[in-house]
């Protein structure tokens, strides 16, 4: 089991991530968190950019899957079936269960596989603890809570040597 926060990758947004250049590098299964990464805080549906996003991801032969903390009940299913795609929601990251549970219900393996979000400590350290290629994008907002400030402020360094890569 692998112990790293420094991200593989790191992009502004989602949509610099391109299912081309992912499937050149052998992945076909991109685990996504949902909060700060696809879609703002409470934001209850996907926005059409996401949705030709993901399907583009789809043509370059990479299906997109959800992998979410949330502890909203009915939050990451309504999300994941507006946008079409499976999910496991309440993943408990960075543990790795969920990351192992997703890969085995798409068929995958973690060479095959890649995770993206927005957060050091949820995302990417379960990532790298399951061995999967762990992308980081920059949060979509900070507003609302004051606890985030202090999160992200404390992961820029991580993110820092990320983008080195």
């Known amino acids: 089991m692998a112990f790293s926060l420094i991200p593989d990758r790191v992009y502004s947004s989602i949509f610099e991530i391109d299912g081309t250049e992912l499937s050149r590098h052998g992945v076909s299964l991109l685990l996504a968190d949902l909060d700060n990464t696809l879609a703002k805080y409470g934001q209850p549906d996907p926005e059409p950019a996401v949705q030709q996003w993901k399907c583009?991801?789809?043509?370059?032969?990479?299906?997109?899957?959800?992998?979410?903390?949330?502890?909203?009940?009915?939050?990451?299913?309504?999300?994941?079936?507006?946008?079409?795609?499976?999910?496991?929601?309440?993943a408990?990251?960075?543990?790795?269960?969920?990351?192992?549970?997703?890969?085995?219900?798409?068929?995958?393996?973690?060479?095959?596989?890649?995770?993206?979000?927005?957060?050091?400590?949820?995302?990417?350290?379960?990532?790298?603890?399951?061995?999967?290629?762990?992308?980081?994008?920059?949060?979509?907002?900070?507003?609302?809570?004051?606890?985030?400030?202090?999160r992200y402020a404390v992961e820029e360094p991580f993110r820092a040597l990320g983008r080195r890569r």
């Open 56 to 90: 583009g991801l789809a043509e370059a032969g990479v299906e997109l899957f959800l992998l979410s903390n949330s502890r909203k009940p009915t939050r990451a299913g309504h999300y994941a079936r507006c946008l079409e795609v499976p999910y496991l929601g309440h």
């Open 92 to 150: 408990g990251k960075p543990r790795t269960e969920g990351f192992f549970r997703a890969m085995e219900q798409m068929g995958r393996t973690p060479t095959q596989t890649a995770m993206v979000g927005d957060q050091i400590f949820t995302d990417i350290l379960g990532a790298k603890r399951a061995g999967v290629l762990a992308l980081m994008v920059e949060p979509m907002e900070l507003r609302g809570n004051p606890g985030r400030y202090l």
